[in-house]
């Protein structure tokens, strides 16, 4: 059993950073280019390397979100099949749905703009992205409790904010502190650094005629749900791939262009290593494999088995689910954090 959840928890990583790699790298063309893809890529992997170690339904929408927008943006007469995939999302990551929604209903908006008198034409493929939306749409309901989903995103979470740390909001000293040691940028300031090219990125958009209405769309649900909590750090850097890709700093700006040669390869050297330093720092204590007890309460879970009294269990929320599998059903669990 554990070691199929590392290979599952593995495979879905695996193909999140493919899809990703293959989201930034299609059609770029030049050296510069692809190394901006190449750093956008890179610093979105290692953000969403923390929440990608437990394996939970989140890793099928960090998965797919990369793929949805591969598909409307790269490839849309295979958009049609996007239908099936959306029927998978809602049945393992219910909850995420107005994610998948938002990047159909953007890409469909940019096609039906358009299509609309005065508008640029109707693109090759537009409609099968404006039928995918739709089908889409429907493929909400194709769950086991039909209608009784579309409200479970919207439960209020103000009092689970207080103590569950990932449904924490985010603060303007988070977002503008920048933290290095020893050459390892931590996560939160690879996501500040993500943050700060993607606001520069809208801002050269705007700067852009005709406008790509989906990627803005896209970058507003980004910052709305960055909003929600800290964990939505991940889809944040995720839906904000599109401006990333289509507005690169590195040779809009020159800056590369002005560099010595000799500064301009020890410069990405050293950035070559940054991801190597972080991995080895961030694991460098590595638990028991394949599964460790480290944070959890193990022993209190197995001396309350021993004894086998039963009764209730006051317990923090953040091991509610731990304390179920373990103890359920000869104690009653009193938090399981589920909102």
Not at 315 to 321: K, M, R, S, T, Y
Not at 322 to 339: A, H, N, T
Request: aromatic share 10%; hydrophobic share 50%.
């Amino acid at each position: 059993q554990d070691y199929g959840l590392i290979a599952l928890r593995t495979g879905l990583y695996g193909l999140t950073v493919a899809a990703v790699i293959r989201f930034l790298l299609h059609g770029e063309e030049g050296a510069r280019a692809r190394a901006w893809a190449a750093a956008i890529a890179i610093a979105v992997c290692l953000v969403h390397l923390p929440r990608a170690i437990a394996v939970r339904p989140h890793l099928i929408t960090y998965l797919l979100i990369p793929v949805f927008l591969c598909v409307l943006e790269h490839h849309p007469r295979r958009a049609p099949w996007l239908a099936l995939l959306t029927v998978l999302w809602v049945n393992l990551h219910g909850v995420a749905y107005p994610v998948m929604l938002l990047i159909c209903v953007a890409y469909a908006l940019d096609d039906l703009v358009a299509a609309a008198p005065g508008g640029a034409g109707a693109r090759p493929w537009g409609w099968a992205r404006v039928g995918a939306a739709a089908l889409a749409s429907l493929a909400v309901f194709a769950t086991p409790h039909g209608a009784e989903l579309l409200r479970v995103p919207f439960r209020p979470t103000g009092a689970a904010s207080q103590y569950i740390q990932e449904l924490m909001p985010v603060t303007w000293l988070d977002l503008l502190s920048f933290q290095i040691t020893m050459m390892t940028p931590s996560i939160p300031t690879l996501f500040n650094l993500l943050l700060l090219a993607t606001c520069v990125s809208a801002l050269l958009a705007l700067g852009k005629r005709p406008w790509r209405l989906s990627h803005l769309i896209l970058g507003v649900g980004a910052v709305a749900l960055l909003a929600k909590g800290v964990r939505f750090r991940n889809e944040f850097v995720l839906l904000a791939l599109p401006l990333l890709k289509a507005n690169p700093l590195f040779p809009s700006s020159g800056l590369t262009r002005s560099l010595p040669k000799p500064l301009y390869l020890v410069g990405t050297g050293l950035l070559m290593l940054l991801p190597l330093r972080l991995l080895v720092s961030n694991f460098h204590n590595r638990p028991a494999y394949p599964a460790s007890h480290r944070g959890l309460p193990y022993g209190v879970t197995t001396f309350l088995n021993h004894v086998n009294t039963g009764g209730d269990v006051l317990n923090h929320p953040n091991a509610g689910g731990y304390l179920q599998w373990r103890l359920s059903p000869r104690y009653r669990i009193f938090m399981d954090m589920e909102v």
